[in-house]
């Protein structure tokens, strides 16, 4: 089956990136002049999906805003004979829908809101603080994995060991090249992870996790974990660790967010647009 929809999930407080994210969304964080979330949402797209549901909080109406239409400004500039800043407005073409998540109960709490819209399909999701560089998108390769299993695949990464107990990390039995099998799962170790294999943020996921997440507990923070109700349906369903190809930058770290920029302000075509 066709992966048509996607939820990206936007609705944590960005406790990392605080003062400024009191009242800035870190999805929001400006990247060359388009916020981070452009991107994932362009991602999202350019893999092949058409249906996308945005969870945002209260205080994230920004999000909302920027991908609607501004008809006051695209008249203004159409009257005043600015016809060229009016493709500067357009983004990724998609249908995209909001849900409120009342109060932040972390990752599998939001993701449960997308249930109605999910309906019965396989889904992607795709964490809009961690941003890839890399020709083929990473949910692009992730579905590629589904298609030829038809299962659960989660995005994963290798990563240092002192950092392992920031992540979700994966216990596996490896495959082939950059794909494993995922025996087992564990929200942020504290002590001996599985592997080095750290969940990053894409997965395409089978509808049956909504009947998980509703089943689990807070875990790991007091948070409803997508981790946990992952470890359950392990136990019904295959699922895949995919190594995602391409330079990953987590925007709620400070030091990324600046490595990106640094990146993408040496980006020619960018500069030469400029
Ligand atoms: P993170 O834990 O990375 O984001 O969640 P956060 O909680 O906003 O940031 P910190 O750790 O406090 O700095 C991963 C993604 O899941 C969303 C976040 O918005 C982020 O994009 N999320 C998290 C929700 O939508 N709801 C939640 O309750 C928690």
Same mark, same amino acid.
């Given at each position: 089956m066709k992966i048509k929809k996607a939820i990206i999930p936007a609705a944590g407080y960005g406790t990392r990136s605080l003062p400024i994210t009191k009242v800035l969304p870190k999805e929001m964080f400006p990247i060359n002049g388009k916020p981070a979330i452009h991107y994932v949402v362009e991602e999202a797209v350019a893999s092949g999906i058409e249906e996308i549901l945005i969870v945002v909080s209260r205080n994230?109406?920004?999000?909302? #805003?920027?991908? #609607?239409?501004?008809?006051? @400004?695209?008249? $203004? /500039?159409?009257?005043?004979?600015? %016809?060229?800043?009016?493709?500067? /407005?357009?983004?990724?073409?998609?249908?995209?829908? $909001?849900?409120?998540?009342?109060?932040?109960?972390?990752?599998? !709490?939001? @993701?449960? @809101?997308?249930?109605? $819209?999910?309906?019965?399909? =396989?889904?992607?999701? /795709?964490?809009? #603080? !961690? @941003?890839?560089?890399?020709?083929?998108?990473? /949910?692009?390769?992730?579905?590629?994995?589904?298609e030829k299993f038809n299962s659960n695949v989660i995005g994963v990464q290798k990563v240092k060991k002192e950092l392992l107990k920031n992540y979700?990390?994966?216990?596996?039995?490896?495959?082939?090249?950059?794909?494993?099998?995922?025996?087992?799962?564990?929200?942020? =170790?504290?002590?001996?992870? =599985?592997?080095?294999?750290?969940?990053?943020?894409?997965?395409?996921? %089978?509808? #049956?996790? $909504?009947?998980?997440?509703?089943?689990t507990k807070p875990g790991v923070g007091g948070e409803i974990q997508l981790t946990d109700a992952l470890k359950e349906m392990l136990k019904e369903r295959n699922c895949y660790g995919y190594e995602v190809s391409g330079e990953r930058y987590d925007i709620g770290s400070h030091k990324d967010y600046y490595k990106l920029l640094k990146k993408m302000n040496n980006d020619k075509d960018y500069l030469d647009e400029l």
């Open positions: 994230k109406n920004m999000i909302i #805003d920027y991908f #609607d239409r501004s008809l006051e @400004l695209e008249t $203004f /500039l159409a009257e005043t004979n600015k %016809h060229h800043l009016l493709e500067k /407005l357009s983004v990724p073409e998609a249908h995209i829908q $909001f849900v409120r998540q009342p109060y932040a109960k972390g990752l599998g !709490d939001a @993701l449960e @809101l997308g249930k109605p $819209f999910i309906n019965e399909e =396989p889904f992607a999701v /795709l964490l809009p #603080d !961690d @941003l890839f560089i890399e020709k083929e998108q990473s /949910l692009k390769q992730l579905i590629k994995v589904y979700g990390v994966i216990k596996e039995k490896n495959i082939s090249t950059r794909l494993h099998e995922v025996v087992g799962i564990v929200e942020k =170790p504290q002590t001996a992870p =599985p592997s080095n294999l750290a969940v990053v943020g894409r997965y395409v996921l %089978h509808p #049956d996790i $909504f009947s998980f997440l509703m089943k």
